[in-house]
Structures are given as C-alpha cells and as structure tokens.
C-alpha cells in the first residue's frame, strides 16, 4: 500500500492529529506508517497532502494491505492459534480480542450527538484508562461551516454530554433493581451491588473511553453494531449496558481499575429478561420496524460473548444452556434468519445510506448469531441450536462497505466492487458445496467472497459434521461432508492466490478459518475411523476446552510421527 511518513517537523501552532483519510473520516488515528484503520479498510494512508479547507477527494481502494496481522505466524503449526486459545493454563482470550486492540485504531464518538449539559469532562479522566489517549483527538474535530468546507474549530467539550449522565444513572439504578431481585429468589447467593463502585464506574467521562475501547477490541470479533451511526443517547438501554460493559472489560484491562466480576452477572440478568419479553413481538414486516428488538438482541450476544470470555465454568454453562438457545429463539422468532435486502448497494444519500445499513445489521445479527452456535460447537461440543437449512438470508456486506463513516464514503466503495453474481443465501451455498456438480456455481460465487463469508461457510461445515456424526450419517456420508470442505479449501486458496495470502484476513476470527478446516478434515478422518479413544469425539457436551485441546494435540502428534 502506497504510504508516505510522518513529516518529520511541523510548524507552530496546533497540529493536525489524524492522516488525511481519518482527518477527513473525522476519527481517531494512531498515526502509524500506515495507520491502522486504513490497514483495516484497504485504504492509502498519506500525511500533510491534505489541508483543512480542501474537501475529501481521497480516493478509495479495496486493495488490502501486505499485512493486517500482529501476529507472529507460524505456517509450520496449522493449529497455532488453536492450540494456544484452548490451553487450560490461558485464561483468557489474549491471543485474540487483546491482541485485535493491539492492531485496530480507537474510534472515538463525535460530539455532534451530544447537546450541551452543565457537567465537563475532566481532562486526565481518557488517559487514567487508555494510556496514549489524547483529550485533543477525541474534540479536535473538522466542522462543516455554511460553505460546506471543513474548518479545525475546537469543540466546547460542555457539547459533549447530553441526557446521558441521566440515562447512566437509570441503568445504575436498573442493575441495583436486579441485583436485588434476584438476591430474592436466588437464596444464598450474594449479587448485591456497591453504589460507590457503580457510581464510579458509570460516569459520562467514563462512557467515551468504554465505548472506544469496545470498538478497538471485541467489536472486531462480533461486528453487529454499526459504529457510525451510533447514538448512544438514543440506543435502548440493553446495548448500551453491554458496551459500555464490555469497553470497560477491555479498557481496565490496561492497567486501569478492574470491577467486580458480578456486575456482568447482574447485567447479563437484566439484557436477558428483557431478551424474554421480546417473545411475543409480532413477526415485524421491515427493518425500520426491528431497531427496538434488535437491539436488545444485540445487547445479548454483546453480554453472551464477554462472559464466555471470563473463563468462569458456570458462567459458560449458564450461557451455553439456557442464555443462547434464548438468544437463537429469539431470532428465529421475528424472522431473522430470513431476511433478504430490499437493495443492493449503490448510490446512496444520507437517508438510504442509513435504512441499507438497518437492513444489514438484521443481517449480520443472524451471520454472528449463527457464527456464536457454531463456536459453541466446535469448542464445547455443544449440539447446534440452529440447522444450516435455517440459514435463508443474505451473506454480510465487507467490513470495508459496512465501516463506511458516510454516505459519500459509502458510495466509493461501493463503487469499486466489480459487477459479479450475487451470493446465495447461506443455505443454498452450503446445499451446492455439498454437491459434486456444482463447479462452475462455486466458481462464479468465489469471486464475491470475503474472510467473514468463508468463516461463516467453515462454520456451517463443522455445524453438519457435527450433526452427521452424532446420528446423520445414515442420510449424509462424510465423504459429502469432505467433498464440501475440499471445495471450501479450493475457494479459500484461489481467493488467497489472487489478493495475496493475508488479504483476505482481517481483525477478528476470520484470519483463523483455515485452522478451523485443518480441524474438521481431522475430525471428519478420525470420526470415521476405529478405535479411536478421544473424549472430543464423544460428542458430549462439556464447559472447557481441554477436550479440544487434547484432541489437536493428538493431531499434532499424529502428524510427526
């Protein structure tokens, strides 16, 4: 990717904070040669080329960086990242989501979204959690004045707040209501709450940095809210609880203050009644009809994943037997798994830019959703909640289509994707790799294909052997089920080959999808074989990983002698 340095000196004065792309973006840069959101976007990243009256002509690529990974990469050892992620003596997931803050950039709110309040932000509040945090990043933003150019005003940080000290203080009061609740039908256990500790945590100097941190960190990993259309002082109360949850799981994690582990407990609580009560919704007709349900879906696989994330054995189980299978109905009730785009992206204004990405979230809810039953599967053997033949609706866009700031950024991007065939709703694709003459339709559909879509696919392979194994194969063979992954490892390896080997990667779980083929080939050979002795292979569900991990550490052995 074509990219100049930092100039080295500047003149007096205040100095642009951003590169060009994120100056005109209006968000956050880390100021790396490139910077990491445009590593993340496939977008050039150049200093000083751009002044502040200028209007943002930079040009889009999709062209994807040499590298998006920190990682060291150990090509020798297909199972990596595996082995690492399911080793008992790692408790939590650093290889992963902390790793993932380590190699995208904070993107900080905007202002614009906040009316004056009477409280200020304290200015050593950002870096008492995120060490490096500049209060200038986060205010120092490019206004648009009446002739539409772009000046470097500083915003009043008084502009920042508005109603939302009032809506924390709603939540904090919500959580005690819990607590206490269930502290009386819970007897014995202990979920009170400390009003000090939760006053301290939910201040509105607080929020910035927690949401920030959320999509820095295990957004990557679950990207189902859409950072740039966010309002936080309009968003239902159960999304966010969980983001700013899971920010300040993340941001205290740098070195900052840790909270009491039961505030999640209490949390996951509240979402999850609230989750309960959307049962009896009626089947919506549209998106504009799903934003008050769907966020408190989104609101539960947020608190679903950061509490698997804990390690806590009965917290896994809790969330493995009675929280997820909430979660799956939930969707499949108001008709998720089905939905379909009213339109392809184009040219959008400001308006139809915003009811396509309504459209896509319902989308990415059930992609992830579906992505969430798969990891319980592969992980702890839990039998799958949703069927593949549920699987009706769309494939997500990109995440450089869906991470857009704007419209206009939208429309570029948009523009650069070459015409081909549309992709088949999950089912169809999964129904056509499993068929021994369907080439030339695997062929044409590949080349729309992204790392999100062939993780989604690799998922759906171990969902069916999974299944297969456990009493289908006297009406699916595995050598079906093995056709299909040698067809995926065709997509993945022509689509490797023509964008480079790490271009299809990207932050989050897809850059592992090719680990997660070695493990289903290596299943799908010892599940069919004789005396074999493994507990993975049982089929039985359990709350930790060693299963796994003993099972790829006898792959491992396997392979050297």
């Known amino acids: 990717m074509p990219c100049q340095p930092p100039p080295a000196a500047a003149k007096p004065g205040r100095k642009k904070q951003s590169c060009d792309e994120c100056f005109y973006a209006k968000t956050a840069c880390d100021r790396a040669s490139p910077c990491s959101r445009c590593q993340s976007l496939g977008k050039p990243c150049s200093f000083g080329v751009q002044?502040?009256?200028?209007?943002?002509?930079?040009?889009?690529?999709?062209?994807?960086?040499?590298?998006?990974?920190q990682f060291p990469q150990r090509r020798s050892d297909p199972f990596f990242f595996l082995a690492h992620f399911t080793d008992p003596s790692v408790k939590q997931d650093k290889l992963?989501?902390?790793?993932?803050?380590?190699c995208s950039t904070r993107r900080h709110l905007?202002?614009?979204?906040?009316?004056?309040?009477?409280?200020?932000?304290?200015?050593d509040s950002l870096t008492?959690?995120?060490?490096?945090f500049s209060v200038a990043d986060l205010f120092l933003q490019p206004l648009s004045t009446p002739t539409g150019h772009l000046s470097m005003e500083f915003m009043p940080e008084s502009a920042f707040f508005s109603g939302i000290s009032s809506r924390l203080n709603e939540i904090t009061m919500i959580l005690v209501e819990t607590s206490n609740s269930m502290n009386l039908t819970n007897a014995g256990q202990q979920n009170q709450l400390d009003m000090a500790e939760l006053n301290s945590l939910f201040t509105t100097s607080n929020l910035p940095v927690f949401i920030s941190a959320f999509f820095q960190s295990l957004h990557w990993h679950l990207?189902?809210?859409?950072?740039?259309?966010?309002?936080?002082?309009?968003?239902?109360n159960p999304l966010l609880l969980a983001i700013f949850l899971s920010g300040a799981t993340y941001a205290t994690l740098q070195d900052g203050p840790a909270f009491a582990s039961k505030i999640l407990d209490v949390a996951e609580e509240y979402i999850f009644r609230q989750l309960a009560e959307l049962s009896t919704t009626p089947y919506p007709s549209s998106a504009p009809h799903f934003?008050?349900?769907?966020?408190?879906?989104q609101g539960a696989l947020i608190i679903e994943m950061l509490q698997f994330g804990q390690g806590d054995t009965g917290t896994r189980r809790r969330i493995r037997i009675i929280r997820h299978p909430c979660v799956i109905s939930t969707i499949r009730s108001l008709g998720v798994l089905k939905y379909k785009r009213s339109t392809t992206p184009d040219i959008c204004n400001d308006e139809t830019w915003r009811a396509a990405i309504a459209e896509e979230v319902c989308i990415r809810i059930a992609c992830w959703a579906f992505l969430a039953d798969g990891f319980l599967t592969v992980c702890f053997n839990n039998h799958p909640a949703l069927s593949i033949f549920e699987m009706d609706c769309q494939f997500p866009w990109s995440s450089a289509l869906f991470e857009a700031e704007n419209a206009s950024s939208f429309n570029e991007i948009a523009a650069t994707y070459k015409t081909g065939r549309p992709l088949p709703s999950l089912k169809e694709f999964i129904t056509r790799l499993l068929d021994e003459n369907a080439t030339d339709d695997l062929v044409q559909w590949s080349r729309?294909?992204?790392?999100?879509?062939l993780l989604i696919l690799i998922y759906a392979m171990h969902s069916l052997a999974f299944q297969a194994r456990t009493g289908l194969f006297g009406w699916i063979s595995t050598n079906s089920i093995k056709r299909a992954a040698e067809n995926w490892r065709s997509i993945w390896d022509s689509v490797s080959s023509i964008v480079g080997k790490e271009g299809i990667h990207h932050l989050g779980y897809p850059k592992h999808a090719e680990e997660l083929w070695w493990l289903l080939t290596a299943t799908l050979d010892r599940a069919s074989g004789r005396n074999v002795n493994l507990r993975y292979l049982d089929n039985a569900a359990t709350d930790d990983l060693e299963s796994l991990n003993h099972f790829i550490r006898d792959i491992?052995?396997?392979n050297r002698t």
């Open 51 to 69: 002044t502040p009256s200028t209007e943002n002509t930079s040009s889009v690529s999709l062209s994807p960086s040499p590298s998006l990974l």
């Open 96 to 102: 992963a989501i902390a790793e993932t803050a380590k």
């Open 110 to 123: 905007d202002p614009v979204y906040f009316q004056q309040e009477e409280q200020l932000l304290p200015q």
């Open 128 to 132: 008492a959690y995120m060490p490096g």
């Open 223 to 236: 990207p189902i809210v859409h950072f740039p259309t966010l309002d936080p002082a309009k968003i239902s």
């Open 291 to 297: 934003p008050p349900s769907l966020e408190v879906i």
């Open 448 to 453: 729309s294909l992204v790392g999100e879509h």
């Open 556 to 558: 491992k052995g396997s």
